[in-house]
Every structure is written in C-alpha cells, then in structure tokens.
C-alpha cells in the first residue's frame, strides 16, 4: 500500500521515532542548562556498549541546548580533537561576532598554530566568553573517547576546567564504550574528569519500549496486536539498537499485507524478529568481534558453552592454556565491551545475542584465521 513509510531508523547516529528510556539523562542536562555555570549536569559522561544509544543521546543533548540558544560542537575523538574543536569554535561566528573580530581570530589561530594548548584555550575562551555575554552557552560533545589520546583530553579538560572556574556558559558531555572511558579519565591527570556525571546506558524497560511501539507504528498508519507488540518488545531484551531494528523489520512483515489487514500480528512479529537478528548480528556482532586476535576469539567461542556466566578458570581449561595466558586477551574483550566482569573471575557478553551468533557463525570466523 502507498502512503505507508517505515518509521523506524536502524541505523548507527540516526534519529529514533522515540527515544526511549532516556528521560533521567534529558533531565539532568536540562537541570543543568538551567543551574547556571558549575552545575552538574554541565560535565557528564555517558558509556554503554556499541548500539546501547551513545551518539544519539548526545545528538539529542545538543538540540536541547541548541532550543535553549546554545551553540554545539560535535567532535569524534580521532587523533586531531584539540584543534578540529578550536577551528570549530572559530568558524562558527556567533550572531554579534563581527566579521573583523572573526577574521582576527583566524589569523590568530594561523599565527599560534604550532602551539596547540593557546590555540584552543583562546578559542574557547572567546567563543565561550561572547556566548556567556549573550546569555547563552556553548556545548561541546565528544563521541567514541575511548579512542581519544590521552594528551588532548588533558588538554581539553584542562580548558573546560578554566572556564568553568570562570564562570563560563559551558558544557561538556562526552560518550564512549564504558571501560574504555574509565580507563581514559582514571588514568593520570584526568582527574577533573573523573567528576563527570555518571550516565551507564542501562537496558531500557519493556513496557516502555511496547509503548512507544505502539505509538510509533499507529502513527505510521498501522495498528499492533498485543501479543505482537509483547512478542516485539521482549525480543529488544531493552537494547536501543534492537529497538529500532526489531520495529523496523516487525512493521514491515505487517505491511506487506496492509491491502487486507492494518494490523500487526504475532506471525508477523516472528518474521520480522528473525530477520532483524541477523541483521543485528551483521551490524553489531560482526563488528565487535572483527579484528580480534584468534585466541580473543577462541575464547568468546568457548564461552557459548555456559549459560549467561562463565567461569575464567573453566574457559581457560576447555582452551587448554593457564588462565595467566588469556590475562590480555580477556583485558582486550572487556576493553571492547564485547564482555564484561560480573564477579573476579567471572565474565558474560556485554551484547544481547553475542553467544547465538557466535554459535551460528562458528565455522565462517574460524575459517578467517585458516582454522
Ligand atoms: N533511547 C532510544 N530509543 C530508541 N532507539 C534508540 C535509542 N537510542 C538509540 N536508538 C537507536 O539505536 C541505534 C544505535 O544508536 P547509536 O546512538 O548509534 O548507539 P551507539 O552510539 O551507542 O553505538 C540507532 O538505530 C538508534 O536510532
Ligand atoms: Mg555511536
């Protein structure tokens, strides 16, 4: 039928219908925007594993602020943050800023450009400063700062800190995968950091995920069963990206018979979340397990043996190694949020449906390393 278009968006970065579970996040942000400098909601941090909703959430901070007359810069924490950040904050002439000041600005950016530390403490400071005289504010977002080098996050703290002490409008959220991220600001010199708010992208409710299932899909000019929009919801296991994968593959399995019925079944739910795991396992397994070392795999691999945890000691003797060998490679797992420790001693999967993938996936990852 015409006139019917999938309104979920499955996609790393985009846009949800709904955002769901969030609410305390967006509370403590807007909290913030309205304490006034030095609130807490003004430094936070947030961290979960890949697909758990990281980027969109700041995606969706920035507009908050932007609604308050804020002004956003978005960075990645590629090598380069510290000066792709100063560059931001001179190309974007806030409203007042004249053309001379701006043009000033810039050749002073060319002059200094070897000294990286003034360049981007001037910069924000000027941006900041002309924003803050305007009653408005400046955030700044930094994504996957797992990556980040420890040299330019000191240097960025350390001009956030200042201007925070200055009484600057001026925000800093930044996200990435959850051990990584601790491992970055418990390090040296991060200490400022260290006081972020804390914001784990825990699994978000079923009953919230079904209801705003239900309100995206009547919306989008279909209905849902309720055997169906449970069916649905529990097969996210709360997990953003299996949100809009799962809804995006359930509405079109009802779609494709919209001419006859409008409504969703639980037939169709099947269909739909079968197709949205493998999908799933493409998009997000594939890339948490690429370009791991074998033995890293092996591991993973021996794990699917247990039922949700296992025991180190037994992983290592099915692996027939001493346990002080996986020592780095389970360090290596757990940096890449591929696992996580629940006891000493004791790991899971850190991504809902890790095991079955790998299960299923077992010969072709194998063959990658000529086993
Ligand atoms: N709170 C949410 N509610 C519904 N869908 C979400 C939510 N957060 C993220 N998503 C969806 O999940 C997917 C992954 O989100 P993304 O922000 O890219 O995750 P991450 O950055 O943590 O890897 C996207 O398709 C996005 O639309
Ligand atoms: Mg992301």
Request: with cysteine; aromatic share 6%.
């Amino acid at each position: 039928m015409r006139g019917l278009v999938n309104p979920f968006k499955p996609t790393a970065g985009a846009e949800p219908p709904v955002l769901v579970g969030r609410d305390k996040v967006l509370e403590d942000f807007a909290d913030g925007l309205a304490e006034g400098p030095g609130a807490r909601g003004r430094l936070m941090r947030i961290t979960g594993p890949r697909g758990s909703g990281k980027t969109v959430l700041l995606t969706e901070l920035g507009d908050m602020a932007r609604d308050e007359g804020w002004e956003i810069i978005d960075e990645t924490a590629r090598a380069g943050l510290c000066e792709r950040i100063a560059r931001a904050a001179l190309e974007k002439p806030s409203a007042e800023l004249s053309l001379d000041v701006h043009l000033g600005l810039a050749d002073f950016h060319m002059e200094k450009g070897g000294a990286e530390g003034a360049t981007l403490r001037e910069a924000l400071s000027q941006k900041a400063g002309e924003l803050t005289r305007q009653r408005r504010g400046l955030l700044i977002t930094l994504d996957e700062v797992q990556d980040a080098d420890i040299g330019e996050m000191k240097e960025l703290a350390a001009v956030v800190q200042h201007l925070i002490r200055e009484k600057a409008n001026i925000a800093f959220v930044f996200a990435g995968l959850t051990m990584g991220v601790l491992d970055l600001i418990n390090g040296k010199a991060l200490t400022f950091l260290r006081r972020a708010l804390p914001e784990e992208l825990a699994e978000i409710p079923l009953d919230e995920i079904a209801a705003a299932y239900r309100e995206t899909i009547e919306r989008s000019g279909l209905l849902i069963d309720d055997e169906a929009l449970s069916v649905a919801a529990e097969a996210t296991v709360g997990y953003a990206y299996l949100i809009q994968l799962v809804g995006y593959q359930v509405w079109r399995a009802g779609k494709a018979h919209a001419d006859q019925s409008l409504v969703i079944t639980e037939e169709d739910a099947l269909i739909g979340i079968r197709e949205a795991m493998g999908e799933f396992g493409d998009a997000v397994h594939e890339a948490a397990v690429a370009d791991l070392p074998l033995r890293a795999l092996e591991y993973l691999l021996a794990m699917t043996q247990d039922e949700g945890v296992s025991a180190t000691a037994v992983i290592a003797e099915r692996l027939q190694v001493s346990p002080t060998s996986l020592t780095s490679y389970r360090r290596l797992l757990i940096q890449r949020q591929v696992i996580e420790q629940t006891a000493r001693g004791y790991v899971k999967f850190s991504i809902p449906y890790m095991g079955e993938y790998l299960v299923a996936n077992r010969e072709t990852l194998l063959a990658r390393y000529g086993r």
